[in-house]
């Protein structure tokens, strides 16, 4: 397993560069160094995952890439475009599903699609009855968030997010406060849904065994301020079974690597 550079030769045509990305951030009128010159290229249609600690600046990066926040210095660019803001072609799912509780399952999916106004509302219907059965809640469309597991809900939220058909998905650790088996199988449709769809997607994570099971490549970040330390290529086939013994050598190999990232740092 070989560190890969910051672009993925080979691929796609580059969906994402990310030129010397710094940004600062003056919490009670002290100045803190949040990024510190990030380049990245990520291709179309691949799946990247941004590992490290709390306080590496990978959700201040995502945000940054959705066109949220500005950086201080230098660009991103999308298809060869400036990001000077949001826009439908990016779209960010975070860690909390943000779900409107008045709302049922089909209709926060279609409250997505006021972002395609050109869609007649059978149109939009059509879209919303596809993109709940894709991740396997047509049989709950009509029901109360409230009802909802913690994992159903993060399967409205991603149905949601991928019905306006964005070109690229940001998710900023969507799956951390799930339990343990909920996740696993999670990790099952998100790669299911990313091999009929070829999103290019960028996650967010600080959980090694998840960057090992989803993305073809891992970056590493280090903190203080967040730095690119090394990226990994992640050359496993697709499906992943998240416990397969070569799975679990690419993680225990890659948590070795990764524990010297910030002192005391422990990686799941």
Not at 12 to 30: C, H, M, Q
Not at 165 to 186: G, K
Request: proline share 7%; glycine share 8%.
């Amino acid at each position: 397993m070989e560190a890969s550079p910051h672009t993925s030769p080979g691929l796609s045509p580059a969906k994402l560069v990310i030129e010397g990305v710094s940004k600062w951030f003056t919490p009670k009128r002290n100045i803190v160094q949040a990024l510190d010159d990030i380049s990245l290229t990520v291709a179309e249609g691949e799946f990247v995952c941004l590992l490290g600690p709390s306080g590496c600046g990978k959700s201040t990066l995502l945000n940054i890439v959705a066109g949220l926040t500005r950086p201080d210095r230098g660009r991103v660019l999308a298809d060869g475009k400036p990001v000077a803001g949001p826009g439908q072609e990016r779209l960010v799912m975070f860690q909390e599903s943000a779900l409107f509780p008045w709302l049922d399952a089909f209709g926060n999916v279609m409250f997505g699609l006021k972002l395609k106004p050109d869609l007649t509302k059978a149109e939009r219907r059509r879209i919303a009855d596809e993109y709940l059965d894709l991740v396997g809640l047509a049989k709950f469309k009509h029901a109360q968030i409230h009802e909802l597991s913690g994992g159903m809900k993060q399967r409205v939220a991603l149905a949601r997010a991928l019905a306006p058909d964005p070109q690229v998905l940001l998710m900023d650790e969507p799956f951390a406060a799930l339990d343990a088996m909920t996740r696993d199988q999670l990790y099952d449709d998100i790669q299911r849904i990313w091999m009929e769809s070829r999103k290019t997607i960028i996650f967010v994570t600080h959980n090694v065994r998840e960057a090992v099971c989803l993305g073809d490549r891992i970056v590493l970040m280090s903190p203080s301020p967040g730095r690119i330390q090394q990226i990994f290529d992640i050359p496993l086939p697709r499906p992943r079974d998240i416990n397969s013994p070569e799975l679990a050598a690419y993680t225990s190999k890659i948590a070795a690597a990764l524990k010297g990232v910030t002192n005391g740092a422990v990686f799941e």
